[in-house]
């Protein structure tokens, strides 16, 4: 069963790559995160003007490019114009925006895991989203995550994918139904306990975090009863998980 990680078996994914280490959802940053052996890459999802799938995180462009302005009102071969990679160092400049289906293309282990979160909440994408991840033969490997209420319930109840969303009080639109459409929930550290995590447990949904980075939030996020964790630096929780193994 693809679905495997539990309490005993915590899954280790990588945010926007190895951010920490590289420039965020690039592919030279996707492709450490498999070279390392993570369970899987968590992504970000932005719709072009043209309606390119592509990989970034903000909404405009000025924090990890040399570009500027909101990344909704660009074309793909615009946005392929900027540099995404100058930011982080000189190192890596010359990196570029990368599209869904290029990390897709790189992905040959059929157990490696994706947490594509929408930032363009429009259905279209969302369609587009899941229609792409399913002709790359994704299927049951994926989740869909968002902080908008609507998109998680519309990505369950119409596509039947399985969904990752956020405590309630972090979520736009949130309804009285939203919590029932998730599959999973991201905690992040600052809000995480033992406590939280059961809660989820007894509502029926697996609960995950993010990111510990440091040995002491891996070892809490451990102890916290998490079943998988999304990390910017996987060296801790390779080390400790590891270790525990």
Not at 13 to 29: D, K
Not at 135 to 142: Q, S
Not at 178 to 185: G, P
Request: one cysteine or more; proline letters at 4%.
């Amino acid at each position: 069963m693809f679905w495997s990680q539990s309490k005993d078996n915590i899954w280790i994914v990588g945010h926007r790559g190895v951010r920490a280490l590289l420039p965020e959802n690039t592919l030279i940053s996707f492709q450490k995160a498999i070279d390392l052996g993570l369970n899987g890459i968590e992504t970000d999802i932005h719709m072009t003007t043209d309606g390119q799938l592509v990989l970034h995180h903000d909404d405009t462009l000025e924090r990890t490019t040399d570009g500027s302005g909101k990344i909704e009102n660009y074309s793909y071969a615009e946005l392929r114009q900027l540099d995404a990679g100058i930011k982080f160092s000189p190192e890596y400049a010359g990196q570029r925006i990368p599209r869904l289906e290029e990390l897709l293309e790189r992905i040959a282990d059929p157990s490696f895991f994706l947490n594509v979160e929408m930032k363009d909440y429009r259905p279209e994408a969302l369609d587009r989203t899941i229609k792409t991840l399913e002709k790359y033969g994704f299927h049951d490997r994926y989740v869909i995550a968002c902080f908008h209420g609507d998109v998680t319930t519309l990505a369950h109840e119409k596509y039947g994918v399985k969904t990752q969303g956020f405590p309630l009080q972090m979520v736009k639109e949130a309804r009285e139904d939203t919590e029932s459409h998730y599959y999973s929930v991201g905690i992040g550290m600052e809000m995480l306990t033992g406590e939280l995590v059961e809660s989820y447990y007894r509502k029926g949904i697996d609960p995950w975090c993010w990111c510990p980075d440091t040995r002491e939030e891996v070892s809490a996020a451990i102890a916290s009863g998490i079943t998988l964790m999304t990390v910017n630096d996987p060296g801790p929780a390779l080390e400790m998980l590891r270790k525990e193994n």
